[in-house]
């Protein structure tokens, strides 16, 4: 009894054992050891600082901007469109009384003669909150129809004269409006508002180079649209005739010179006689205009006038550079270098005698249409003192030029000093061409 009772208990015991060795727990798998990967982050693209630019003179501005809307000034019987956002019974067009106010639904009249666009809106946001009508009002006024304004057209337009426009029309509808078409003889307008002009040139506006010019007119401005009557120019040149000022109210002499296509044989310069439109003559000496200081080259020649270059059987040479009366000057044949430097009251303090130039050719075409000028470097100074014999004889259109530095490039400055009496146009528009004083760019 005693066997079988300690056997029982063996078996339980083993029994035991087994469920416990079951209940042991699985072994841990352990991470590697190592630095825990972060998550990937994005950088903030944060944009550079800008400086905002300076604002433009808007004097004369273009084609109409929302910007130019909530800046126009509300007068008598302009029509405005007001919307308040998720309010569409507040939807509303509005006429300005003769009295200039407006009644916005829901509010007592409000005054709006004198008042931008932009501060109507600011007015009926705070009317609207705090009437306790809206809750955060966010308003948008348009201008459904601008009252009618006057702007004055003077000029030779078949309607010229004070035109009434409404909104914010641009130049050509209100030139269109005056008679103007793309075969009128008037080529540029000048538009005057404020004390202040600005001289559009047609040709480019309609081309579309500039199309900024189409400038919004407003009440009161005034357009002159003048015709362009040529300029002519007779005498000794190389092609006299009629020339258009190409949309400019005036020109420089040396533009005019080059538009001709340069001086003829003979031309004398100091005697130049420019007549008016009502036959009124003055004389102009051309030699301090385009040989001079800076300050002495202004000159015009206007719509309608006509210059006449005289023409004379002496012969005519140029003295340039650093001489105290630089130009051109009349001579008989056999004139030298030594005479010639007399006549323009010898060198001026700082100039270089030992590298005087004489160029010949010039002004002499040749069958390709272009001058081959020759040059020959001497010491003038050395020639006036006899020390070596050099004094060149000058002929017609010969150039004796005096330099300031033994580095300076003759033919250069040449070509910028004498290039419009030599036909050059487009160096002449550059160089001498002078556009009107005080006009707004």
């Known amino acids: 009894m005693n066997r079988i009772h300690m056997s029982a208990l063996l078996l339980l015991f083993a029994l035991v054992l087994s469920s416990l060795e079951g209940c042991k727990e699985a ?12 998550p990937k982050t994005r950088k903030a693209n944060i ?16 084609t109409p ?37 407006i009644m916005p639904k829901l509010l007592d009249p409000m005054q709006a003669e004198g008042k931008t666009i932009e501060q109507i809106m600011t007015d009926l946001e705070e009317a609207y909150e705090k009437g306790g009508l809206v809750r955060d009002a966010s308003v948008s006024v348009g201008l459904k129809e601008g009252r009618q304004h006057y702007v004055f057209v003077a000029g030779s337009l078949p309607k010229a004269g004070k035109l009434t426009i409404s909104g914010q029309p641009s130049l050509l509808e209100v030139l269109t409006l005056a008679g103007w078409t793309e075969d009128s003889p008037i080529r540029s307008i000048t538009a005057v508002r404020e004390g202040k002009y600005k001289t559009i040139n047609l040709d480019e506006l309609i081309s579309g180079k500039k199309l ?12 002159i649209a003048a015709k362009d009557f040529p300029i002519t120019v007779t005498g000794a040149v190389n092609k006299p005739g009629k020339y258009n000022l190409d949309g400019a109210t005036r020109r420089s002499v ?24 009502d036959g009124t003559e003055r004389l102009v000496d051309l030699n301090p205009i385009l040989f001079g200081d800076a300050n002495e080259r202004i000159d015009f020649i206007s719509p309608g006038e006509t210059m006449y270059i005289p023409i004379s059987k002496k012969i005519k040479i140029f003295i340039l550079g650093m001489v105290n009366r630089p130009g051109q000057f009349s001579v008989d044949e056999g004139i030298t270098v030594t005479q010639a430097i007399a006549l323009a009251d010898f060198e001026r303090f700082g100039a ?54 033994t580095t300076s490039d003759v033919l250069d400055f040449l070509n910028r000093l004498l290039s419009p009496l030599s036909g050059m146009v487009g160096v002449a528009a550059s160089a001498q061409d002078i556009s009107e004083s005080g006009e707004p760019k």
């Open 27 to 38: 072994p841990k798998v352990m991470a590697p050891v190592g630095t825990k990967p972060r």
């Open 47 to 62: 944009p550079p600082e800008k400086k905002a630019p300076e604002p433009p003179d808007e004097t004369f501005s273009s």
């Open 65 to 101: 901007t929302p910007r130019d809307e909530v800046r126009y000034i509300l007068g008598p019987n302009d029509k405005i469109l007001i919307r308040i956002k998720d309010v569409p019974g507040l939807e509303q067009e509005l006429v300005v009384s003769v009295d200039g106010k």
């Open 212 to 223: 900024s010019d189409n400038i919004i007119l407003k009440s009161g401005d005034l357009i």
């Open 254 to 277: 040396a533009w005019v010179i080059a538009k001709a296509d340069g001086l003829g044989k003979g031309a004398v310069l100091d005697a130049v006689k420019i007549i008016g439109k």
């Open 352 to 405: 270089v005698m030992s590298a005087a130039t004489l160029i010949t050719g010039y002004f002499d075409k040749r069958e390709d249409g272009k001058t081959h000028p020759e040059s020959i470097t001497f010491d003038l100074a050395a020639v006036l003192e006899g020390k070596i014999d050099q004094n060149y004889q000058m002929d017609d259109g010969s150039v004796l030029y005096i330099p300031e530095s």
